[in-house]
């Protein structure tokens, strides 16, 4: 069993070592391989972390791109565990790169990675290291002047229960407000019941003038199909460059459709039935293309 000869280890042998528990020190080598992996690549895609990075509402760091490939896909919600659902639940942080392909503090100059606690500020992104943001405590950024409160200070991918236990709040908080991750308003609130109550409407402006004016029904009804956009099907990018790419190539995949139909080619394959019936051998696919000889000719 041991490849040596044959040797054959008891079972006593094998088990009277119980598994032993991590040390302290294995655990913190273990969580400092985790900060430097999270601090350095994309979660998922894996790709080195490079500007414009963005953030979410738990301090974990993508890269935008991602995000945005996620969000044209439909895969956010599912890739982030159902933290980001828009580009609203993410906030573009602005590091100042140290010279070296880090980031560094911008008011205390210390680097910011693995090992030291960081944080950035909502709405406007930028990051500093926790002890700047304990010796600047305010109301405004120190780089922009904007106004932020304490709770929209997030820490970078912290493993503290405060921390973690804190932002939960904040989600729930902000959720129950309207409100996203960036402190903009969610979609799907009001507006977007006002554009669902103007869909429902039939009634259209240049409708209501054609009726004052007493025009006829069918020049009414001719108005209403020329104002109102024929109804496309259903699909599930957001994105409206996206959408418009792809209303463009289903219409032009009929237009080829169309005109492969029209082809003489493909038409002559298939017999028409308002043709007049052709009569004699000559119809016969046995004597087609040669003519019978009439009777008494030579053979």
């Not at 088990?15 to 273990?30: C, G, I, R, S, W």
């Not at 996620?70 to 659902?85: D, F, R, S």
């Not at 199909?225 to 409206?240: D, G, L, M, Y």
Request: hydrophobic share 35%.
């Amino acid at each position: 069993m041991g490849n040596d000869g044959g040797s054959i280890p008891t079972r006593r042998e094998l088990v009277k070592e119980a598994a032993k528990n991590p040390t302290t020190a294995q655990l913190k080598e273990t969580q400092q391989e985790q900060q430097l992996w999270a601090w350095t690549y994309d979660p998922i895609t894996r790709k080195r972390l490079a500007a414009p990075v963005v953030a979410d509402a738990t301090g974990r760091l993508y890269n935008k791109d991602t995000i945005l490939e996620l969000l044209v896909g439909g895969q956010a919600e599912k890739g982030t565990n159902g933290v980001v659902t828009s580009l609203r639940d993410v906030v573009e942080v602005k590091f100042e790169e140290d010279g070296e392909g880090g980031w560094k503090c911008p008011v205390t100059g210390a680097k910011l990675g693995p090992g030291t606690k960081a944080a950035y500020v909502v709405p406007c992104g930028h990051a500093f290291s926790g002890v700047a943001i304990k010796e600047v405590a305010g109301e405004r950024c120190v780089t922009c002047d904007e106004a932020y409160a304490a709770e929209d200070v997030i820490p970078i991918l912290s493993t503290a229960e405060a921390d973690i236990t804190r932002l939960a709040s904040r989600r729930q908080a902000l959720k129950e407000k309207g409100l996203t991750h960036s402190l903009k308003k969610a979609s799907g609130g009001e507006k977007s019941k006002k554009r669902k109550k103007r869909e429902a409407s039939p009634e259209t402006p240049s409708q209501a003038t054609i009726s004052e004016s007493g025009a006829p029904d069918e020049a009414i009804k001719a108005a209403n199909e020329t104002a109102q956009p024929k109804p496309v099907e259903h699909s599930r990018i957001n994105n409206a460059a996206t959408a418009t790419l792809t209303a463009k190539v289903m219409r032009e995949q009929e237009v080829a459709k169309k005109r492969r139909l029209d082809n003489k080619n493909v038409a002559s394959l298939f017999s028409n039935r308002d043709a007049e019936a052709h009569h004699g051998k000559s119809a016969d696919f046995m004597t087609r293309g040669y003519s019978v000889p009439a009777a008494g000719g030579k053979r």
